[in-house]
Nanobody
Framework: QVQLVESGGGLVQAGGSLRLSCAAS????????MAWFRQAPGKEREFVAA????????YYADSVKGRFTISRDTARNTVYLEMNSLKPEDTAIYFC????????????????WGQGTQVTVSS
């Protein structure tokens, strides 16, 4: 079983940056593609970005393309989400997830989830 723990959320002004981290407890971390999702109040959980098992391929939602960067450090069992040019509409709880599939995965495609970290962008 893979346990995922997110960190790095917080309050930032519009135009600012944050870097989220997701640490995995399991040495088989490299078996999984990793993804970030987010959920704003009253809205469904939505896909943000994904990275392949070895980190060679990435995929982004159109709403974050060019502003967010997903990466992974296999030696540290950690995946990151670098978020730049943040907008108030990026405000949400951000979750990392592990999946055996890669691409614009659905939440139901993910086997393991972190507890989430709050990102708030003020205008």
């Amino acid at each position: 079983q893979v346990q995922l723990v997110e960190s790095g959320g917080g309050l930032v002004q519009a135009g600012g940056s944050l870097r989220l981290s997701c640490a995995a407890s399991e040495v088989t971390f490299s078996r999984y593609a990793m993804a970030w999702f987010r959920q704003a109040p009253g809205k469904e959980r939505e896909f943000v970005a994904a990275i392949s098992r070895r980190g060679g391929s990435t995929y982004y939602a159109d709403s974050v393309k060019g502003r967010f960067t997903i990466s992974r450090d296999t030696a540290r069992n950690t995946v990151y989400l670098e978020m730049n040019s943040l907008k108030p509409e990026d405000t949400a709880i951000y979750f990392c997830a592990a999946s055996l599939l890669f691409g614009r995965v659905a939440a139901s495609d993910c086997a393991y989830w972190g507890q989430g970290t709050q990102v708030t962008v003020s205008s």
